[in-house]
Structure formats: C-alpha cells, structure tokens
C-alpha cells in the first residue's frame, strides 16, 4: 500500500503570539511556537522520512528513478537506497553535547536541520563551523572540494579560531542559513558545548555571534527561499507539527537580528480573533511514523496537543485506515481523553503512542517487511466546523528478527597525538548504523563514549596520547547490536614526537604473571579484550607478580601508556 502524504498549510493561530513583537522578545516568541514539537520516531528511520522531504522531483517519463536530493554533492544515488549516504546534522549535533556524553534531546531527531548527505562531504566537514574559504582548499591537509561542498581555511574575519569552515554551493548558502536560524531559536534553551562556541553565544538573544550573524543576513538575503526549502517545510510539518517560520516569513530574521530590529512584527493572515478554542497540534491528516520495527519489539512516539482556549476533554479513539484492513490492535493509547487544561498550557501536552506489531500464530513476517497503518480520530474540546474532528494517521512497518554478524575491528591508522581513524569490517547485512565504542583511561577514571557511525570508520579528532584508549564496534538494526567486535588499542608507537619514559613487560608463567620494569610505576590498569578494567594497581615494581583468570589482558601506567599484552595461563 502506497502512504499518501496531504497538502499542508499553516494552521490559523500558528503564528499569532508573534504579533506586535520586536528584537528578543520576537525571538522568544517564534521559541515557543516551534517548541517543543512532535518528535519523529528514530534516527535509525530518518533514511524512511527523507524519502519524503529531500526527494527530487520526477522528471518525466514517470518510469525514471527518483533521485535523492543532496546538498553535499553532485553525486547521483536513486532512492530508496541509502548506500554512500550519511543522516547529517547540518547544525553538528557536537555543539550542544559536553564531555563525550551523547545528551538526547529532540534536535537530534529534528527534520527541520537533518539531510541525507554525502558521505565523504559530511565527513570532510565534521563539526566545523559554516564560513567562506579561501581559494584552493584541497591544498591542506584536511581540505575538500567537490564542487558543491568546501572545507578549508577560512577568509579573514571568519571563523573565530576554527582551523577551517564548511562552505556550501551557493545555491544552498540560504537554505544552511535559514537552517541555523530555526536552530538558535527553537534550541535556544540548550547548553552549547564550551569546546564549539565558534558561531554561538550561550545567551537567548542573540545566540549568534557577530561575525555569524553577518554571514549568515548575507547568505539568506543573496540565496531567496526556494520551491525545495517551501515543499519540505510543509512535509516536515506534516510529520513534527513545527515549521522553519524563516521559510514561512523570510522578512522574520531582519525583525529579530537584521536591518529591522526595532519594529514590529506581523504575521498577517496567520492570525486569527482571539478566544476562539484552537487546536494548534497536532494538525488535521498529519503522520506519526514509527519506522521500521522488529516482531516482539515495542516502540512509542509522543504526539503533541497544544491548543488555544479549548473547553472540556478532547477523545482520542484509533480507527481502521484504510477501509479493508484492520490493524488497530497494533497501535494502543494509553489515555483515551485529555484535559484541555493541560494542552492550553504553553508546553502543551504529550500523548504516548505504542506500535507493537504482531503476527498470527504460525505465520512469519517475509524479509521486506510489512506495513501496519491506522488512523486516530480526535474530537471535543469545543472545537466547531470543520476542525471539530481531526485524524492523525498512523503507520509501522514490521519486520523479522535480524541476524547480525560480528564485526572485526582493525587496527588504528593515521595516528598523532590529538586524532587517529578507526576502521572495521563491513556488515554483510542490511543494518541502520555501527555503533563505535571508545573506551579512554584519564587520571585511573574510565569514560566510556559511543558514536552512531554511518559508514564503517570513524576519525576520532580529541585523542590524547597521554592517556590510554581503546575501541571496539558493533552494528545495530532495528535495537538489535550484534556481537562486539575485537578490542584495539590505540598505540603510542609510531608518533614521532611522543616517547615511552621508561620500559614494561610481562613475563608470563602457570597461574601467574611477573611485571619487569626500571624503577617503580604508577596507577597500574589492567585492562581485558573488551576495554574494562579489572585490576588496579597504585604501585607497580621490578618482579610483581599478579594472578589472573585464563585469557588475554593488556597493561598500561602513567609512565609507560603504550599497552603490554599479557597472556594469563
């Protein structure tokens, strides 16, 4: 069954709490429009939702492959595989993450930042700030040019310390600009991490920096809002019930940071007379997708109410959709009405939604899946007309168990003292990412740190070869991991300007092992094949000697990080 996806429009209402406002308290305004939002069900299902948004339009005949739109590249890949892609953050998801701690929040999911892109783009341009740069940017190491995506030097004034930019097509310099203004105010309330403030400023306004602030006015003035950034705004709505109001309004961002800050602000037809009950989420025939999931499994989305002036309960019953099929029993509500004084409120109200798809006994689900749909009726409130009764429509796809192979973990290359590339086998199966886990040894305190990884390497640009690391992978497909690979260590041998202080070894025995070393050593670890510590040792002097279970160990100490292989007997 084809997913028909309907016309959206901004709601009546939408935007009337931006009336009249000027400067920071518009941006504040436009805040609390946009956010909080409905959440899209996964990142491992952002490739099924930008099937939607970042199509190119078929060209004629009908018969031709549709494309996938890239801003990264003029490569050309056809949907739906995804192969050489990457789920890129265009705002970098680093900026807002402190200590190697992945801090879930919703911008990690948000369309409204999110494109499927080039894999050698998006790696090339990493967490680097947006910019112009110099001529000649593959003339450096770590330069790239591939005629739509450039990272380099950065031209005087820009930049504000970053070693290079990332610089798009000029076709896209609006699009990545208007992006970054729906941003810094939708997440204005996020804490950006200390070690990326080169564009931002931990405040609610502006939030950008000067020199960012004047890049970006330029971009968005030179590079007009497109066809493209106006049909996947009405698709993201569809699905995250909040718009990009920079697409809606291009004039908005002169009234909060350009060269109208001051006036007032109007909306026009978006407002409507006040007092009149308003539902302004979630939006008639909008989708609340939950991906791809496996049999057995169960996974919720939460969809967000929020209305203006509503009176009593709203109901909430799930129908068939479409007519012929039954598939309600996949799809369970918790609640069945809700208070409306809790979705007037300004944050609304968020109503879980659980997908759990089954099969009937002695059946199996075949390899591509199958697709559970449904729909929500909503009503009451006091809404009248034709919004007195909304649908919300829903959609699952199930699938079988998955069956993972385990992955091999190579050795790390490219080293120096601040960054390393890590690499791995390939799945031969269809998977949704590898999952890279760093294990670092600071000061006898372990940090563990796991990066979603699209393709099967990783360059690791905060190493420190002082410390001792460590990494191993994983694939995962649909909350499944498989096995975890082999432990590599990352070795201090073959940087040139780092050497060993004094020498370690291991001599190795029946039912024990004898440390050798010149002098005494500190903060002894021991460490096994899966990266955890199992023995610590203050103290470390010629001819120790410990006792270990049978297997593989490694030993590191302050003096001596490079790690010595044991084997215990």
Known sequence: MSWAYAEAEIPAGYYSKLEGKTGAELKNAVHEVIYPHTEVSSYSALPQYFQHTDARPNPTPATVRTEWWDMYSNVVRYIPSFSGLNREHAFPKSWWKENGSVEYTPAYVDLNHLYPADGPANHAKSNWPLGVTV?????????????????????????????????????????????????????????????????LEQNDYPTLTPWALNLLLQWHRDDKVSQKEIDRNEVVFGYQNNRNPFIDFPDLAEYIWGNKVGESFSPGTATQPTGKPTLLAPTPDMYLDFGEVAVGKSTSSYLLFKGENLKGTIDLNVGKYPSGTDFRKMFTLPEKSINTVEVNKSTGYYVKVDYTPAVEAGTEIPAEGVEHTARILISGGGLEGTSSNTFVYLRGRAFPEPVLS????????????????????????????????????????????????????????????????????????????????????????????????????????????????????????????????????????????????????????????????????
């Open 135 to 199: 001529p000649n940017p593959t003339s450096v190491k770590g330069g790239f040019d591939n005629g739509v995506s450039q990272i380099g030097y950065p031209v005087a004034g820009q930049g504000a310390g970053a070693k290079f930019v990332f610089e798009p097509a000029d076709e896209y310099k609006g699009d990545f600009a208007r992006t970054y203004f729906y941003m810094v105010t939708c997440y204005q309330n996020l804490h950006w991490n200390s070690s990326y403030m080169w564009m």
């Open 406 to 569: 385990r992955l091999e973990a190579y050795a790390p290359s490219d080293i120096s003292s601040d960054s390393y590339k890590a690499t791995w086998s390939e799945a031969p199966e269809v998977i949704d990412y590898y999952l890279f886990t760093r294990v670092r040894t600071i000061g006898g305190q372990q940090i563990v740190e796991t990066i979603e990884c699209e393709d099967n390497y990783v360059i690791i640009d905060d190493f420190d070869a002082s410390d001792s690391e460590s990494y191993y992978v994983q694939s995962s497909r649909l909350g499944y991991l498989s096995p975890e690979s082999n432990v590599e260590f990352v070795s201090r041998s073959g940087i040139s300007d780092i050497e060993e202080d004094r020498p370690l070894s291991v001599e190795s025995y029946a039912g024990s092992i004898r440390i050798r070393c010149v002098g005494s050593m500190t903060n002894g670890r021991v460490i096994d094949t899966m990266g955890r510590t199992v023995m610590f040792l203050p103290e470390i002097v010629d001819g120790m000697e410990i006792n270990l279970s049978y297997g593989i160990y490694f030993l590191v100490t302050d003096e001596h990080s490079t790690p010595v292989k044991m084997i215990a007997r």
